[in-house]
């Protein structure tokens, strides 16, 4: 079975702070790609990064960093000098190619505050 | 582009009735997925389409189906309705290839904000 463990339900934290949103993923799938996606509080879910099971490289994109680690099975998210639009629920989502077939299966969700 | 379009935004039901929903993809998406979004139970996976085919189900009682046209574009169907079937319902496309796409992220739409009374 597949499962995507979000273990923060809300973090709050004050603008300028560093913040790291934690995912752990349970798959059986050797081929598997992991994601986090944000949603604002307007609804709307908006991608931000998508990783495949082989690409353990990890990224910097302005604010946003990934750690993703398979020896953990951890896929963690990081926002440097956090800002009040930042305020949104950030899931991280798994979609295995073998056993998981073709759904993707979202962890519960973190919300994060950012206070000015 | 154009993004992912739902309609309709917001409904309100009563019990044992049936409803539609409406999912347009973006131009050139040939996958669609279904997801229910509540407080309780989070986004939980209702089904995905590829080419008019349902390629993978959630465990959703028989009630909800779903299907796909030509098109792409797809309308899921939720029958005799239940209160606890109030919920975001959200769709989301993703360009497929021979592979299925499997690796492709997938783009939202807005939502249908469903309640039941």
């Known amino acids: 079975a597949q499962k995507v463990t979000q273990a923060q339900t809300e973090i709050s934290v004050v603008e300028k702070e560093d913040v790291t949103l934690d995912c752990v993923y349970e798959?059986?799938?050797?081929?598997?790609?992991l994601f986090w996606y944000k949603q604002p509080p307007s609804g709307e879910l908006v991608f931000l990064i998508r990783?495949?099971?082989?690409?353990?490289q990890n990224e910097i994109s302005g604010r946003y960093s990934w750690n993703f680690q398979k020896s953990t099975s951890s896929f963690n998210f990081t926002i440097t000098a956090s800002q009040v639009v930042d305020s949104a629920v950030y899931f991280c989502a798994l979609r295995g190619v073998n056993t998981g077939g073709f759904k993707t299966i979202f962890g519960a969700g973190t919300r994060l505050f950012v206070k000015a | 582009k154009a993004g992912v379009t739902q309609t309709p935004r917001y409904l309100i039901k009563t019990r044992g009735q049936q409803v539609t929903l409406s999912c347009s993809p973006i131009?050139?998406?040939?996958?669609v997925s279904w997801y229910q979004q509540t407080p309780g139970q989070g986004l939980q996976f209702l089904f995905e389409?590829?080419?008019?085919?349902?390629?993978n189900k959630g465990n959703f009682p028989g009630r909800f189906s779903g299907r796909q046209f030509s098109n792409s574009r797809s309308e899921m169907n939720v029958s005799t309705l239940e209160l606890g079937d109030s919920a975001l319902y959200l769709c989301a496309s993703s360009s497929g290839g021979s592979a299925g796409g499997t690796y492709n992220e997938q783009f939202f739409g807005p939502g249908t904000r469903l309640t039941v009374l």
């Open positions: 131009s050139g998406h040939r996958s």
């Open positions: 389409y590829f080419s008019e085919t349902q390629r």
């Open positions: 990783r495949n099971s082989f690409d353990e």
């Open positions: 798959t059986r799938d050797t081929t598997y790609y």
